[in-house]
């Protein structure tokens, strides 16, 4: 169970692709082969997918996975490295923060329904709430290593 927490967001992410990958092999098979489509199929493909690439950011930024510019922050000595390190992670903290806000007016807002479910899209969208407030809590715990690191020369 503890390691399911270390990587929730690959193994939620992964049911979401794997139920899109199933219901689009679905659609195409029931298309070419017995002639008909489900109605549904796109829109929850769609809403999977959406799912799986917002958890799937917040792991990579997780794992210190994303990519980033780094030419000019090599030639940097360690300690300045370090403080740079501190206020990248701050500035991080407040963007991702404030895409959280945003985030979650636009999907408390948001009155709009899928067409062929009638579903609200705030179940689609709300992925992006989740993304943004996990990125959210990363950001502040980069935040606390890299101050005990650049300050406090601690390494983590």
Same mark, same amino acid.
């Given at each position: ?12 992410? =992964? ?9 689009? %092999? ?9 002639k008909f ?7 929850? &493909? ?6 799986t690439i917002?958890? %799937? ?13 780094? &030419? ?7 300690? =300045?490295?370090?403080?740079? &390190? ?10 991702? &923060? ?56 601690k390494k983590?």
């Amino acid at each position: 169970m503890k390691e399911f927490f270390k990587k929730f967001e690959l193994y939620i992410g =992964s049911v979401f692709i794997g139920i899109t990958v199933l219901v689009v %092999g679905m659609n195409v098979f029931t298309r070419y082969v017995l002639k008909f489509t489900f109605f549904w199929a796109e829109e929850v &493909a769609v809403g999977c997918f959406v799912w799986t690439i917002f958890l %799937g950011t917040a792991a990579a930024y997780k794992e210190k996975a994303l990519i980033g510019v780094e &030419a000019l922050v090599i030639l940097l000595p360690e300690k =300045s490295k370090n403080i740079l &390190a501190f206020f990248t992670h701050l500035l991080l903290l407040l963007l991702s &923060a404030v895409m959280l806000y945003f985030s979650f007016t636009y999907v408390t807002s948001s009155s709009k329904i899928t067409a062929a479910l009638e579903v609200s899209y705030a179940y689609i969208n709300s992925s992006i709430i989740i993304s943004f407030g996990l990125m959210t809590i990363y950001s502040f715990i980069f935040a606390v290593q890299s101050f005990k690191k650049a300050f406090l020369n601690k390494k983590n």
